[in-house]
Every structure is written in structure tokens, then in C-alpha cells.
Nanobody, 123 residues
């Protein structure tokens, strides 16, 4: 079992940056594959970024490639999402999620979720 707590959301102007954090706790939490997802009102939950347990492999959704960077610090048991060049279409609740073994872009493949943090980008 792993527990996840997101932080760092807020209101930012278009073109700005934010860094989200996801603090993990629980048995062997540093061994989990981690993902960031987002959900805007009326839309399905969307894969944003994923990272392997050791941080050596990352992948990104097409809409954020080149703008967002996922990273992790297994000493601090924290996963980060650096979001740059934000635009109003990035407005959503952002969730971190965890699963074991294999990376995946599918939300249904992740059994563990945080409560989410709101990101709002004004034009």
C-alpha cells in the first residue's frame, strides 16, 4: 500500500510555470512506477507523464511534450512535475498515481491515487 499527497497547484498566467509535488509514503514507495494525470471539467482523465521507479525512463502525453518534465527523488520519496509554458488548456485537477512493475499510460492500470491539486491557467 502506498499513500500519495499532491501539492503545488494554483493560479498562474498563460506562459508561466508551476511545479507540482507528490509525496509518497508506505512500504517500498520508492519502488513504484509513478504517473501524473489530469482531468478537466467534462473531460476524461488524461495521461500527462510517467516515470520508472529508478527515474531512468520517462514518457509524456502528446499535449505536454517539450513543456513538462517529470522527475523523482527517491531519498525524499517525492515525484515532481515541472510545468512550463502553461496555457489555459492545461487547466485541470492534476493527480499523481502509482503502480508496480510496468509503466503505463492508462489510468485504469494505476491502483493508487492522490487527492489531486487544482491548476488554473488564466489567459
Amino acid at each position: 500500500q502506498v499513500q500519495l499527497v499532491e501539492s503545488g497547484g494554483g493560479l498562474v498566467q498563460a506562459g508561466g510555470s508551476l511545479r507540482l509535488s507528490c509525496a509518497t509514503s508506505g512500504r517500498a514507495s520508492s519502488r513504484y512506477v509513478m504517473g501524473w494525470f489530469r482531468q478537466a471539467p467534462g473531460k476524461q482523465r488524461e495521461f500527462v507523464a510517467g516515470i520508472s521507479w529508478d527515474g531512468h525512463v520517462t514518457n509524456y502525453g502528446d499535449s505536454v511534450k517539450g513543456r513538462f518534465i517529470i522527475s523523482r527523488d527517491n531519498v525524499k520519496n517525492t515525484v515532481y512535475l515541472q510545468m512550463n509554458s502553461l496555457n489555459p488548456e492545461d487547466t485541470a485537477i492534476y493527480y499523481c498515481a502509482a503502480r508496480i512493475f510496468v509503466m503505463s499510460t492508462g489510468a485504469n492500470d494505476y491502483p493508487y491515487w492522490g487527492q489531486g491539486t487544482q491548476v488554473t491557467v488564466s489567459s
